[in-house]
């Protein structure tokens, strides 16, 4: 079946240095890629999403890069700070209310 | 801020008894939602509600029931516990035309034993 993945479980950032997260997905019909961020203990947030018709969306210190040809996604955290420790979900979309989450990339920052 | 609420953050229940999971949200939205998520296999949805008495099934509703009979509210109900359905469970809530845009709730732990 389609599926959306990660490509790293873990990653380990210095705090202040950028980080990009990455993920590949299958199924080309998706209308909408999102990311989400899970801090310990708490439920998912949703951070940024990306149409399938755009390639670049920009947010406060993050940027989702989405590139097509090759079914993949990226996030991109500028100046990671402590605070941006947590469990980040990709997940994408068909428009029809069922969001498909790939497994997570740990994203752990160090002082 | 939108808070979304579960009934409980954690439960531990025998094999076969009749589990109740309970969710609020106080934003007015249209759109809840229930998942598990259990290590490795990320968020799974398991049943999804756009209106009140209206369900659909997501990706895995086997062994589960809803319902919404109020726009805030949306249980999870577990007829008969087995020890697989040990899981992390995530209420969620969206408006309708922003569905992928969720809000979550805090968790629910379940246990079966």
């Known amino acids: 079946g389609e599926s959306v993945g990660l490509h790293l479980p873990t990653l380990s950032v210095q705090e202040g240095d950028n980080s990009i997260i990455n993920c590949a997905y299958s199924?080309?019909?998706?209308?909408?890629f999102i990311w989400y961020k899970q801090e310990s203990g708490k439920g998912p947030q949703f951070i940024i999403d990306?149409?399938?018709?755009?390639d670049k969306r920009q947010g406060q210190r993050v940027t989702v890069l989405l590139n097509k040809t090759v079914k993949h996604l990226s996030l991109q955290i500028a100046a990671t700070q402590p605070g941006d420790s947590a469990v980040y979900f990709c997940?994408?979309?068909?428009?029809?209310?069922?969001?498909?989450f790939g497994a997570g990339t740990t994203v752990t920052v160090r002082a | 801020d939108v808070k979304v609420t579960q009934s409980s953050r954690y439960l531990v229940k025998r094999t076969g008894e009749k589990v109740f999971l309970e969710c609020v949200q106080d934003?007015?939205?249209?759109?809840m939602f229930w998942y598990r998520q259990d290590p490795g296999l990320g968020l799974r949805l398991i049943y999804f509600?756009?209106?009140?008495?209206?369900?659909e099934k997501g990706d895995i509703p086997e062994g589960y029931s809803v319902s919404r009979e109020k726009k805030e509210r949306f249980s999870l109900i577990l007829e008969s516990a087995s020890t697989n359905q040990t899981s992390m469970y995530l209420c969620?809530?969206?408006?309708?035309?922003?569905?992928?845009?969720?809000?979550f709730g805090p968790g629910t732990r379940l246990t079966v034993t």
């Open positions: 997940a994408e979309t068909t428009n029809d209310y069922k969001l498909s």
């Open positions: 509600s756009y209106d009140v008495k209206m369900k």
């Open positions: 934003m007015d939205h249209e759109n």
């Open positions: 199924n080309s019909a998706s209308d909408y």
């Open positions: 969620a809530s969206s408006f309708a035309s922003f569905f992928y845009e969720q809000y």
């Open positions: 990306i149409r399938s018709n755009m």
